[in-house]
Each structure stands twice: as C-alpha cells, then as structure tokens.
C-alpha cells in the first residue's frame, strides 16, 4: 500500500469532531426509521386485500421484529455489509501516512478490529479513536474515498528522554507524555531523567542547557529532587548540584571554572550551586585523604620553622 498524493476525490468524507454529518450508525437508524415506515405503508395496502382480520397486523408485527433486532442485537454492522460489498462499497485499498514507528500491520489491524468490512458501516470517529489508542500514534484522521478506498493519516510521538521511575525506564515525549516502555539499544542517545515530575520538566532545563554544549553533552542523567530542582550526574560520577531559580545560570558559572580550572576533572565528588554566593566542592574520600596528610604535613613545617627560627 503506497502513501496517496493525488487530490482526494468528490466525496471524500473526514472525521472531524465538528462534522454535522451523521455517522454510519446514525445513516442507519435513518435507513431503518424509512424503512419502517415502508412497512407501515405496504401494510395499509396489504389491508385493502382481502386478507384475514389479522394477515396485515401480522406482518406488520413481524417485518418490525427483524428490523428491531438487527438494531437492539448489535448486528447492523454485519447486515450493512452484507448488503454494501456486493454493491461495490468493499474496503479494498487502505493507504497509510505518516507512520514511521507503527508498522503498516499493526494499523491495518486496528482498523479490521472496529468490524466494519465497507466502506459504509465504517464509522470514521470510531476507526480514529482505536488508532490513536495505539501506544505510538497521538493523532489520526480517517477518511472514507468512495466507493473503496480508506485513506489514514497518523502524526506520531516524537521520543524525548527515558524517564527512571523507580525500578522502571519509560520514552517519554517532550511534555512527559508515556509512549513505550524502554529497551536496551533503542533510543540510547536520548538524555536519562530520573524521579517524580522529571517527565514533564526536562524539556525547559534540557533545552536551555543548549548554550552550555560542552557541558550538556558530560550529562548521564537529570535527577529531579522534590520535584522543584535538579541534581546533574555527569559521566565521570560527579554530580552537581543546582538552585531551584536560575539553574543555567548557575552551571554557566560552573562551566566557566571548568574551562579555567579542570573544575569537573578534579577528585571531586560534587559541586554544589544551591547557595547564591558560594561554591562548595565536596572531595572524593582519596582526595580528602590526601589533602588531610597534606595540611598535616603544613602544620608539622610550620611548628618546625617556629622552633628552629632564632630568638
């Protein structure tokens, strides 16, 4: 099946929410209320016939029990088919647009699961609803080119990060919105954000944080704390920690050091921002080892050069 670019032919219909047009079932109802009515006109002309008392009422009675139950037995679908395909109204070719992550199959079958085999009993509204349940499509347009084909349009998620809630990966879209459930070597590229209300903030910190590439690009993860604020994990196991107000700017001011100092390549575990006038660098256990021996070391020079220093 090949994506359609010619112009949609007259008589074309869409699902549009705003549609005034009835849908199948409503054509329907509308066919059997006629038909209704056909029958209590053929039963008044049956009544003029030398008929029993009760012939006409009979059929009356009758004729109206079939119809009824077709409607009430859920099997206007079937009968409406039964009687469109050999008229010509068979689905026979359904093109498929804009799908990238969704197979063609997977689509196919959505549109066989709302039962309709033509294209009279398929209601647009109904075929929509079932693609956009799809866990990749966020939105469908269904349209019905008579007097066989379906033509369906689909805009996809576009994947942003995985989110770690808990024990479980998700791919997110940019508003936080859950697509799939994450599996490893797919989407590996995509920034890792982690804890409660991360989904739906990432995109505002990740997207500023494009004025600071080098740094953006040492990111392993995005930690949210409380839901108000956000730790950085960077690849070498640093974190660094940021204010709840201005957070780029206070990683501007770390990057700065890092070009100036190798800040970040230090034996440090940590670089805390959340004070609005001072850095505070937490060493690695080694590294504090080393700089306890190294000012015990000063304090011993010291007291040595007091003792040795003339009265």
């Known amino acids: 099946m090949s994506p359609m670019t010619a112009q949609r032919p007259y008589g074309a219909y869409h699902d549009h929410h705003d549609d005034p047009r009835p849908g199948a079932a409503g054509r329907l109802m509308l066919r059997t209320a006629r038909f209704g009515r056909r029958i209590s006109a053929l039963a008044g002309d049956v009544a003029q016939l030398p008929l029993p008392r009760f012939g006409s009422l009979a059929a009356v009675v009758v004729g109206a029990s079939v119809v009824y139950g077709v409607v009430q037995g859920g099997h206007t679908v079937t009968v409406v088919d039964s009687v469109a395909q050999p ?10 647009v804009g799908n990238a992550e969704t197979s063609e199959i997977d689509v196919l079958q959505a549109l066989w699961q709302t039962g309709s085999q033509s294209l009279i009993s398929l209601d647009p509204s109904a075929a929509r ?8 499509i966020d939105r469908a347009s269904v349209a019905k080119i008579f007097p066989s084909r379906v033509q369906i349009n689909v805009s996809e998620h576009r994947p ?18 859950e697509i ?19 989904a739906t903030h990432a995109a505002a910190l990740i997207d500023e944080m494009e004025v600071l590439p080098e740094l953006r690009a040492r990111v392993k993860a995005y930690v949210r704390v409380g839901d108000r604020r956000w730790d950085l994990r960077l690849e070498n196991g640093l974190s660094v920690l940021l204010p709840e107000d201005q957070p780029v700017e206070a990683l501007a001011e770390v990057a700065r050091m890092d070009r100036e100092n190798g800040l970040l390549s230090r034996d440090i575990v940590s670089v805390d921002m959340r004070l609005s006038d001072r850095m505070v660098v937490k060493l ?22 007091r003792k040795d220093k003339p009265v």
């Open 284 to 305: 690695t256990p080694d590294a504090l080892v080393r700089r306890n021996a190294a000012l015990e070391e000063r304090e011993k020079l010291i007291k040595r050069s």
């Open 129 to 136: 609803e079932t693609l956009e349940a799809m866990p990749w």
């Open 160 to 177: 942003y990060a995985v989110w770690q809630k808990g024990r479980e990966f998700v791919v997110v879209n940019r508003e936080g919105q």
């Open 87 to 96: 008229l010509g109204f068979a689905i026979d070719d359904i093109d498929v």
């Open 180 to 198: 799939v459930p994450f599996l490893p070597g797919r989407f590996a590229a995509l920034p890792i954000v982690v804890g409660a209300g991360a």
